[in-house]
């Protein structure tokens, strides 16, 4: 598809609580609602028994399955102009039950551009204690896992094994990058 002039209008074709699905010129796609974006959490547990990264697995309707993801929720779905570091520690603390110490924001990305414009920040988080049992909010039905970093390739591939959705995200954990600056 080739790229709307600038001044093409963008077109509301449906709205909800949380997506908006628009239209500009032949391009279709989907925003979060009311300005709301993520937060992801790449949450590093450097503990006696080594170096370990907390995932949440749950279900996830447009899959129909469960999927393997870093922790993550909405910036401002209920308090305007939240802070994404707000965000994410209730997040962390809901999700998984663990508290960070320190909080690293690495920047805005983007989940799938070529169809959603949604955006999310990347945090990292370390200095973990564990402060509840997690598992989310009301029906979220959230399994944490505690996994060493040094087999995470074989849990990953044991969980897509067992049909499990991996979240892309994941993959930053099997190549690298910001673990070694966590």
């Not at 663990?98 to 989940?111: K, L």
Request: proline residues 4%.
């Amino acid at each position: 598809m080739s790229r709307p002039a600038p001044d093409t209008p963008v077109e509301t074709k449906w709205e909800g609580r949380f997506v908006t699905v628009k239209q500009q010129g032949t391009w279709e796609y989907v925003s979060r609602s009311r300005g709301i974006h993520a937060a992801v959490i790449l949450a590093i547990d450097d503990a006696p028994d080594g170096r370990h990264v907390i995932l949440v697995e749950q279900y996830r309707v447009p899959m129909g399955k469960n999927c393997l993801e870093l922790p993550a929720g909405l910036v401002g779905d209920d308090t305007a102009g939240e802070a994404a570091e707000i965000a994410a520690a209730r997040e962390l603390d809901e999700e998984t039950g663990y508290a960070a110490a320190h909080w690293r924001n690495v920047g805005e990305y983007y989940s799938s551009p070529g169809m959603v414009s949604e955006s999310f920040t990347l945090l990292v988080a370390t200095g973990l204690t564990k402060v509840g049992e997690g598992g989310g909010v009301d029906s979220e039905d959230i399994i944490v896992h505690r996994v060493p970093l040094a087999g995470i390739e074989d849990f990953v591939a044991a969980k897509r094994a067992e049909g499990c959705g991996i979240d892309v995200r994941v993959a930053m954990l099997l190549v690298g990058g910001l673990l070694g600056a966590a």
